[in-house]
T-cell receptor, first 114, second 112 residues
Framework: IAGITQAPTSQILAAGRRMTLRCTQD?????MYWYRQDLGLGLRLIHY???????GKGEVPDGYSVSRANTDDFPLTLASAVPSQTSVYFC?????????????FGNGTRLTVT | KNQVEQSPQSLIILEGKNCTLQ??????????LRWYKQDTGRGPVSLTI?????NTKSNGRYTATLDADTKQSSLHITASQLSDSASYIC???????????FGKGTRLHILP
């Protein structure tokens, strides 16, 4: 089934450790996004990429980095995790950047930083 | 400031009843408005999209309305089912910088 695959599904991580959340899509969408979802705050954009080879900062980029080496993959890296990064992380894609095409979301990675 | 406000924060209704969720926005210039459904433990899924010229859009038992003059939208669910228990998120796209602004969602619980 076409869509977005995120891995791992959940992770418990010690503070200070490095972690990469994986995201792969098979829809050949140009744009990809990383969001975090926290209770009471809704979905907040971390980083985005409108096309392979380009990335941009979202609303809450500090402590996170991304790369977009090809169309399908958009990994999110936490260089040195802190407890405030405990959240549910969603990867999404759309045919093109901006809001004119719907976002397709993965099922999330639940990350706990202790 | 571009904002999307949803009400109520949460809602509990009995199976078979109808309900209406509200979304007010201050996004300008307006491009489009989408409603997403998010089941527990899953990512959001798009239900409807409306542009400036559309004032109603249906998807099965879900009907969304848009009043672009008052910057309000509603999502009406008819004859609710247990599977409608989810969070419903209103998302507005801004027409100048292509930003996507999310509401915080309404958590809907359907009781048998």
């Amino acid at each position: 089934i076409a869509g977005i695959t995120q891995a791992p599904t959940s992770q418990i991580l010690a503070a200070g450790r490095r972690m990469t959340l994986r995201c792969t899509q098979d829809m050949r969408h140009n744009a990809m996004y990383w969001y975090r979802q926290d209770l009471g705050l809704g979905l907040r954009l971390i980083h985005y990429s409108n096309t392979a080879g380009t990335t941009g900062k979202g609303e809450v980029p500090d402590g996170y980095s991304v790369s977009r080496a090809n169309t399908d993959d958009f990994p999110l890296t936490l260089a040195s995790a802190v407890p405030s990064q405990t959240s549910v992380y969603f990867c999404a894609s759309s045919v093109q950047g901006g809001g004119n095409s719907p976002l397709h979301f993965g099922n999330g990675t639940r990350l706990t930083v202790t | 400031k571009n904002q999307v406000e949803q009400s109520p924060q949460s809602l509990i209704i009995l199976e078979g009843k109808n309900c209406t969720l509200q979304c007010n926005y201050t996004v300008s210039p307006f491009s489009n408005l989408r409603w997403y459904k998010q089941d527990t433990g899953r990512g959001p899924v798009s239900l409807t999209i409306m542009t400036f010229s559309e004032n109603t859009k249906s998807n099965g038992r879900y009907t969304a309305t848009l009043d672009a003059d008052t910057k309000q939208s509603s999502l009406h669910i008819t004859a609710s089912q247990l599977s409608d228990s989810a969070s419903y998120i209103c998302v507005v796209s801004e027409g100048r910088d292509d930003k996507i602004i999310f509401g915080k969602g309404t958590r809907l619980h359907i009781l048998p």
